[in-house]
């Protein structure tokens, strides 16, 4: 954590942050229920479902990296998977989507489960 | 261990159309009424006469110096400070220097607070209306149908919340009737209305109970606070500052920044 006289000196835009943040949230939220699509077509049941959630918001964070972050992070001496250019937590850069896309996913998983095997 | 078999439930594949459809549909177009209803009721906020515009702007003008002290050089802060601090503790910012010393006025009796607590009933309103005509709805023309199943399995708690109005005992706690149907699109379709409507909608009622109830500025100038209480606070706060620049040491900063 740099110190109250290292932010004073460069400081850190609360504008931008949460705009960087809500890109991100809206990112998540929208592949969420696309996941849940999926996996509702696919026939996916319990664990399996839940797990298709987890690793593939995980690639979607990766591929929000690979896409946003990274070429002007690394090229910006961060070190690869830093994302605290544009990013408070690395926490919740990688796991935040996770619990705020799981409503969506559980609807359209139902919804397309139910459609699909009735 | 023996195996319990799958319950299967053969329903008529029309139930999708008339039940499912329409509750989703309803409910999202509830809520993009929702979002504009709450965008049209939006009141402006209420013009302020200047003496109660200045009140609040100085004590503003205190607090982000207080604040952004050490982008000022030394001269110019303790010129500042010695303005803003003779300027409260005088008192000639207040709207009102004569009743400097008096109880602050009932916040009940204060038109202007009333109409915040306006703003807040509508909004609250705005919510509790379209949810109960629409609970009363569904319960009234979808109450005992099993529309669908789960595609994870819950534990037998959930019956009651899942299942309610079929009462079937021994039924897989997966089915769900269609008032749990519209349990889940009250949580899940924020996504959706962030892709509609765009990320700072008013449509869900979820996220307006999650988000902050009131925004900053009505806290710190709310009926019921004595400014003149929160200048002297704020003179005093000043007072107490210890000045530096981020500018000290700015040589030295750049020195060890160059490379040869």
């Not at chain 1, 001496?77 to 994302?83: F, I, Q, S, V």
């Not at chain 2, 000639?92 to 400097?100: A, G, I, R, T, V």
């Not at chain 2, 765009?198 to 869900?204: R, W």
């Not at chain 2, 988000?211 to 900053?216: K, L, N, R, T, V």
């Given at each position: 954590m740099p110190s109250e006289r290292e932010l004073q000196i460069s400081p850190i835009v609360q504008e931008s942050l949460m705009h960087n943040a809500r890109t991100l949230q809206n990112l998540q939220s929208l592949t969420a229920s696309l996941f849940g699509v999926s996996a509702g077509i696919l026939g996916l049941e319990s664990y399996s479902g839940f797990l298709f959630y987890i690793v593939f918001s995980l690639i979607t964070s990766a591929l929000f990296y690979a896409a946003r972050v990274a070429p002007t992070s690394i090229s910006s001496?961060?070190?690869?998977?830093?994302?605290s250019r544009y990013f408070v937590g690395a926490v919740e850069f990688w796991t935040g989507g996770l619990m705020s896309g799981l409503a969506g996913f559980i609807l359209t998983w139902t919804l397309f489960y139910g459609l699909v095997s009735a | 261990m023996t195996q319990v078999p799958v319950q299967t439930i053969h329903r008529d594949p029309q139930l999708f159309y008339w039940i499912l459809f329409p509750i989703t549909i309803v409910m999202v177009l509830t809520g993009i009424l929702r979002h504009y209803a709450t965008v049209l009721m939006a009141t402006a906020p209420k013009k302020l006469d200047q003496k109660t515009t200045r009140e609040q702007r100085s004590l503003a003008h205190g607090i982000s110096v207080r604040g952004n002290f050490?982008?000022?050089?030394k001269r110019s802060f303790n010129a500042r400070r010695d303005v803003l601090i003779t300027a409260y503790e005088s008192g000639?910012?207040?709207?009102?220097?004569?009743?400097?010393g008096q109880p602050p006025p009932n916040p009940m009796s204060d038109p202007s607070s009333m109409e915040g607590m306006m703003g807040m009933m509508k909004n609250q309103m705005a919510m509790i209306i379209p949810n109960t005509l629409i609970m009363s709805w569904i319960n009234a023309f979808f109450s005992g149908y099993v529309i669908m199943k789960l595609p994870f399995p819950l534990t037998i708690k959930f019956k009651s919340m899942l299942q309610a109005?079929?009462?079937?005992?021994?039924?897989?706690?997966r089915w769900m009737s269609s008032i749990s149907w519209y349990f889940l699109c009250i949580f899940g379709l924020q996504s959706v209305f962030n892709f509609l409507l765009?990320?700072?909608?008013?449509?869900?009622q979820m996220a307006q109970q999650m988000?902050?109830?009131?925004?900053?500025t009505a806290q710190m100038f709310?009926?019921?606070?004595d400014p003149n209480k929160q200048f002297l606070a704020e003179a005093e706060n000043l007072a107490v500052i210890d000045h530096y620049s981020v500018l000290d040491d700015v040589e030295q900063r750049l020195l060890e920044g160059i490379r040869i």
């Open positions: 001496g961060k070190a690869p998977l830093d994302t | 050490h982008t000022l050089s000639s910012y207040l709207k009102d220097p004569e009743n400097q109005g079929v009462a079937t005992k021994d039924m897989d706690p765009g990320s700072d909608n008013a449509a869900n988000g902050p109830m009131a925004p900053q709310g009926p019921g606070v």
